[in-house]
């Protein structure tokens, strides 16, 4: 099995060689690089073709969403989980818009940081327990307004079993539909939700409310 490869971008030093010792213990992951600020990082990940990014927030060139959104818009973009100490709504709403696949803050455990980097690279969505209350909180008051979000009832089953961290064969199973169905109604919600891919259009979809994490469970 490959190793996920993961990129450091944080501008203290003393942080970068921190979670490198982290991951150095790990045989399934392996650190192929360090960036102290964004323009750095686009540059790394061009070069080095991460599976996962993980990002400080707060970076002497450019905040977190913008390095962000500029590292999803490369050929092969890294997932990017943000690892930060700042939990405001601005910036966990900025980060998460822009494409991040995960929002955790600076004092998780080791053990659950190297679990949100293999969560983050299988495509699965994580998030610091406060941010997602937070999220949802906004979401459930956005749905009171508009439930559905122009979104029809089948669509919603799809975002609903896609939240799951369920394929496009699993979804055709689970729903008793074909395969090529499950994908017109992925690329419909991406399209709706204004996503640029799976992970961006559940959180999106939490986020306005159109599904319930706890209901998924």
């Known amino acids: 099995m490959a190793r996920i490869r993961v990129l450091i971008i944080d501008d203290h030093e003393l942080v970068r060689v921190a979670l490198r010792s982290v991951f150095e ?6 650190v192929v690089g360090e960036a102290p600020d964004g323009a750095s990082a686009i540059e790394a990940c061009e070069a080095l073709a991460p599976d996962v990014a993980l990002l400080d927030l707060r970076l002497p060139d450019q905040n977190g969403a913008q390095v962000c959104a500029a590292l999803r818009k490369l050929p092969n973009p890294p997932r990017v989980l943000i690892l930060t100490s700042y939990d405001e709504d601005e910036e966990v709403f900025g980060a998460l818009q822009a494409g991040a696949s995960g929002y955790i803050m600076k004092d998780i455990a080791p053990g659950s940081l190297v679990g949100a980097v293999a969560s983050v690279a299988e495509g699965q969505t994580v998030l610091d327990a406060a941010v997602a209350g937070r999220v949802i909180k906004a979401g459930q008051a956005a749905s009171r307004h508009n439930p559905r979000g122009g979104l029809s009832a089948r669509e919603i089953e799809v975002l609903g ?53 706890d209901a998924e469970e």
């Open 25 to 30: 213990q790990e045989q399934d992951m392996e």
């Open 161 to 213: 079993l896609m939240a799951r961290g369920m394929s496009n064969r699993e979804i055709a199973k689970a729903l008793w539909i074909s395969e090529a169905t499950v994908k017109t109604h992925v690329s419909h919600l991406m399209h709706k939700l204004d996503a640029g891919d799976r992970t961006q259009a559940v959180l999106v979809a939490i986020r306005r409310g159109l599904i319930d994490m």
